[in-house]
């Protein structure tokens, strides 16, 4: 199957077509009507394969979902190489065709595809999907992977086919004709791949009534997804843009260095010796689909049909379906490009996705720099006067855009639970608001003498500092704590909540608990966790006792002799709340962990600095509570993280994302709770634009309002 999308033959060792193999039954999946429980293995809900596509998204055949009830399955995949499975529920996002009338069980027409969002997120491989369409193929072999039930067991099974053609010409239902080997009931919903270049081109439909083989439908189908009606701003306004953004990233950030050292799909597509386009490695192209990624996908197909016909020296293919997507794009420059000519395509190609319009929010000029980079490192080998080209088309691009400026965010948050702002949009004030809002207080203390036991008090705070306290207790075990503190809670809330006003928790505790997962907690067993309920911050309760020079670098009481940067906690506080806020992620680069700098280097950030931890939790490296420890002691009173939940050698680039977008795309540092608090809501309801913000805190501890004094509740001695 090799052909202009190749330069050279590729070939590949025995080597890599194993890696292959492993790759793809790594992702490959069963899909089981809900219920399963504990009986994973139990063939009788066992109802077809499917295939992990991207992060929290699976392909399969609709015929296969159509087994369902409700459009809810439930998918089974393997968490790593020899463990055994898990069971994760899944709701059906969209089937090809869309309508169709109930008929025949385990029928569907074509194309026969649907895609399965996650319930809730989980770490699994995905595979690579290729950019361009499968089409039609002459004498070759495609490579499969499915589920099926043998002598009353499920198992996975592998195998090779021949490619005999097409059925359905170029409709939109075509379908591609196998044959040459035997296909058991259960596969329909499996991956077909293409074992020469290392990429997935379809989805196994059916098995031949008579004889051997089945057809498969091409990937390239999901692009006749229904449109939005609207323009699409974002990917997550289109599902087929959201899925290949989010599978585009993944690949991206699998190939940064990390501990893993199981091999990627561009190592393997490396050893097969793969050249997409003639031009790219598998890395490069990797990369720069990752950098498309970051960017808003076009606002419609006609826009970058437009792109590519404005291509010089390119004519552009019929291809049905259209291209959508900016790899699509990528995918169509492979069909008529000149040997000679194929790298200065790709990289005029690139010149025109990033001068598309778009919003100029701080996240993507920077997704633009980005791309300019890649654009700027790949043409180092061209003739000079093309680069220059190059620089002077960046530069009258960039005089067009326009960094938002920072945005008069009013009075400082004694206010959380104001709505806030769209990203990217000014604050402004709300009709009727009243100002600063009642809030709840939950204080812990740990017991010297017994680590694992509290005393905990519940109050009602008014913005002006006034504490009225409920509920106090002594000689509560941490592991009972979320139990005991529901009905005070309660009440307490019941005192403070306004309608469709939830008033904020705020959640004191030291610095060694601060990792308490206050928002998981429920005030019913049935009910929402507490994060998707109302805005819910934690407080520092000890900063005062936070150790000294010996273990965070410097001494407390020197404040300004680092540096003119160097600023005391209220005066960092105003400052951070007078203007853009910006991320920095202090202790993970690209996925490899980093120590957290000292408290000396930490005074010396800029104001606007909102320190992130995207390793919090992981128990393979220092402390966290020193890393946290030491940024309080810098004086920080914003600081964002997550609890990591993720295996060791998980992907971590959405979490960077997806803080970097919260953070420095939106209209101040007031509005943090209530934009983290969106979040759990999103993730608790299963959408996976917030799936990045899984076990997210926010630490909002301004100290201009103090905790109650230290004697207002009980403490060990």
């Known amino acids: 199957m090799t052909n202009a999308y190749d330069g050279g033959a590729p070939g590949g060792s025995h080597a890599a077509h194993h890696a292959l193999r492993e790759l793809v039954m790594a992702a490959t999946v069963r899909i089981h009507r809900t219920g399963v ?12 394969s499917g295939f992990f596509i991207a992060p929290n998204w699976v392909l399969t055949c609709a015929h296969v979902v159509n087994g369902g009830e409700g459009g809810e399955v439930a998918v089974v995949y393997q968490t790593g190489p020899g463990q055994g499975p898990s069971a994760v529920p899944g709701q059906v996002a969209a089937t090809l065709p869309e309508h169709v009338e109930r008929s025949v069980p385990g029928s569907w027409p074509a194309p026969d595809l649907a895609l399965v969002r996650l319930r809730e997120p989980v770490d699994h491989d995905c595979v690579y999907v290729s950019e361009r369409p499968a089409a039609h193929y002459g004498e070759g072999r495609v490579f499969y992977a499915g589920w099926t039930v043998t002598g009353g067991q499920l198992q996975i099974l592998d195998g090779f086919l021949s490619v005999q053609g097409t059925i359905g010409g170029w409709s939109t239902g075509a379908q591609m004709r196998l044959g040459h080997n035997d296909l058991p009931p259960g596969v329909s919903g499996g991956p077909v791949i293409d074992p020469v270049r290392g990429e997935v081109i379809g989805v196994l439909k059916s098995r031949a009534d008579h004889g051997t083989g089945g057809t498969s439908t091409g990937i390239e189908r999901l692009r006749t997804l229904q449109v939005p009606p609207d323009a699409v701003r974002s990917e997550h306004d289109d599902v087929y843009q959201a899925v290949f953004h989010a599978h585009d990233r993944y690949h991206r950030d699998r190939q940064q260095p990390s501990d893993s050292r199981r091999p990627t799909w561009a190592d393997l597509q490396a ?63 492979y069909e008529n490009a000149r040997q000679d000519g194929a ?12 001068a598309a319009e778009r919003p100029a929010t701080p996240s993507l000029l920077d997704a633009e720099q980005a791309l300019w980079e890649w654009v700027k490192q790949a043409s180092t080998g061209l003739d000079s006067g093309y680069r220059s080209g190059l620089a002077r088309r960046r ?62 008090a519940v109050s009602v705070a008014a913005p002006e500092g006034d504490v009225i306290r409920l509920h106090e207790a002594e000689r509560t075990s941490l592991q009972e704590l979320p139990a005991r503190v529901t009905a005070p809670l309660a009440e307490a809330f019941r005192q403070c909540d306004e309608p469709g006003r939830p008033a904020a928790l705020h959640a004191a505790l030291p610095h060694l608990l601060l990792g308490l997962a206050v928002d998981d907690w429920r005030l019913r067993p049935d009910g929402p966790p507490l994060g998707a309920e109302r805005p819910v911050v934690v407080r520092c309760s000890d900063r005062d006792q936070l150790p000294g020079d010996g273990e965070y670098g410097t001494s407390g009481a020197e404040w300004g002799a680092a540096g003119d940067e160097d600023l005391d906690p209220q005066d960092r506080w105003r400052r951070l709340h007078a203007r853009d806020a910006q991320t920095e992620v202090l202790d993970c680069d690209d996925g490899v962990r ?53 295996q060791p050698d998980a992907v971590c680039g959405e979490f960077h994302r997806g803080a970097k977008q919260v953070v420095d795309d939106g209209a101040g540092a007031m509005f943090l709770p209530d934009l983290v608090h969106g979040l759990r809501v999103k993730r608790h309801a299963g959408l996976t634009e917030a799936y990045w913000a899984d076990g997210i805190a926010l630490l909002y501890d301004d100290p201009q309002r103090p905790l109650p004094g230290a004697g207002d509740l009980l403490e060990a001695p």
Not at 37 to 48: H, Q, R, T, V
Not at 289 to 305: K, W
Not at 610 to 627: F, H, N
Request: aromatic letters at 6%.
């Open 37 to 48: 429980g504990y009986a994973l293995d139990e063939p009788g809900s066992f109802l077809g």
């Open 271 to 333: 050893e097969l010796g793969a050249r997409p386009g003639r031009t790219l490695g598998p890395d490069e192209r990797g990369e720069l689909l990752g950098r498309l990624a970051e960017l808003p996908p076009p606002a419609t197909t006609r826009g970058l049909l437009d792109v590519l016909d404005s291509l010089p020296n390119f004519q552009l293919p019929t291809l049905v379906p259209a291209p959508r997507g900016w790899r699509d794009g990528l995918g169509a420059l």
């Open 343 to 354: 790298l200065k395509l790709v990289l005029d190609y690139a010149m025109q996705v990033m």
């Open 395 to 456: 530069a009258q691009w960039l005089g067009l855009r326009r960094r938002p400026h920072a945005v008069p965010v009013g009075p400082l948050p004694s206010a959380i639970g104001t709505p806030s702002p769209p990203l990217g949009e000014p604050a402004r004030e709300r009709p009727g608001d009243s100002g600063p809002r009642l809030s709840v207080l939950l204080e812990v203390l740990p017991r010297g003498w017994e680590p694992e036991r509290c005393d905990w």
């Open 594 to 646: 980093e120590p957290v700098p000292t408290a000396a280097e930490l005074r010396r950030r800029p104001p606007r600095t909102v320190p992130v931890l995207c390793r919090y939790g992981d128990q393979r490296y220092e402390d966290d509570a020193a890393a946290l420890g030491r940024i309080l002691y810098a004086g920080f009173g914003v600081v964002l993280w997550r609890r990591w939940r993720s």
